[in-house]
């Protein structure tokens, strides 16, 4: 059983570019959790999602992040136009149930240049 | 004020001594995580506590509810165990997601 797969684990951008994130949770997993970590900051939530379903995206920036977990592949954080505010690491997290032990990626880390 | 306190912020030690790295919280939980993370890394979950104690190997984990404050402790530390040490909590009658502590940074020297 694999564990969270995240890619790329490296991604750069140009500013206004678009950046894709995958998270492919594990075998079971229907619960997925996106986690910014900033330089020299802690981590932030950012979405929580199950299968087809936002459940949470208070931490979500209001304009150019988007996500989602279709019933079928990898969930997606998508960052559009992207700016060098954006340069972090951004890890996904799954769990099979809800207020279960939630299992980490690897994480990307993106830079934008 | 952040709802995750960790202290100290970094912390080194000689080979085989016994390490403490403590985290307070202000809101309620269901749930405290402590986590791993080498540098460039990802991330490790150490641990799952609502209440008492838990190990895995040289590591214990405590908490209190009472007084909110956890615990993470090895014994016989090793290089590498160097990394950052993560306290995180899931907030009670929120959803899973977790907020973090910054952080402590561990440095165990040869």
């Known amino acids: 059983n694999a564990g969270v797969m995240q890619n790329p684990r490296h991604l750069v951008r140009r500013r206004g570019q678009e950046a894709r994130l995958r998270c492919s949770p594990m075998?079971?997993?229907?619960?997925v959790y996106w986690y910014r970590q900033l330089p020299e900051e802690g981590l932030k939530f950012m979405v929580y999602?199950?299968?087809?379903?936002?459940?949470?995206e208070s931490g979500m920036p209001k304009e150019r992040f988007s996500a989602e977990f279709p019933k079928e592949g990898p969930s997606i954080l998508r960052i559009q136009q992207v700016v060098r505010g954006d340069s972090a690491a951004y890890f996904c997290?799954?769990?099979?149930?809800?207020?279960?032990?939630?299992?980490f990626g690897q994480g990307t880390r993106l830079t934008v240049v | 004020k952040n709802e995750v306190e960790q202290s100290p912020q970094n912390l080194t030690a000689q080979e085989g001594e016994f390490i403490t790295i403590n985290c307070s919280y202000s809101?309620?939980?269901?749930?405290l995580h402590w986590l791993q993370q080498h540098p460039g890394g990802g991330i490790v979950s150490l641990f799952m506590?609502?209440?008492g104690k838990k190990k895995h190997g040289r590591l214990i984990a405590t908490i209190n509810i009472q007084e909110k404050h956890s615990s993470l402790h090895i014994t016989a530390s090793h290089p590498r165990d160097s990394a950052v040490y993560i306290c995180?909590?899931?907030?009670?009658?929120?959803?899973?997601?977790?907020?973090f502590g910054k952080g402590i940074t561990l440095s165990v020297r040869p």
């Open positions: 997290a799954s769990s099979p149930f809800e207020s279960t032990e939630a299992f």
């Open positions: 999602l199950q299968k087809e379903n936002i459940i949470d």
């Open positions: 809101v309620g939980i269901s749930a």
């Open positions: 506590l609502s209440s």
């Open positions: 995180a909590v899931r907030v009670s009658g929120a959803n899973s997601k977790l907020t």
């Open positions: 075998k079971g997993h229907s619960h």
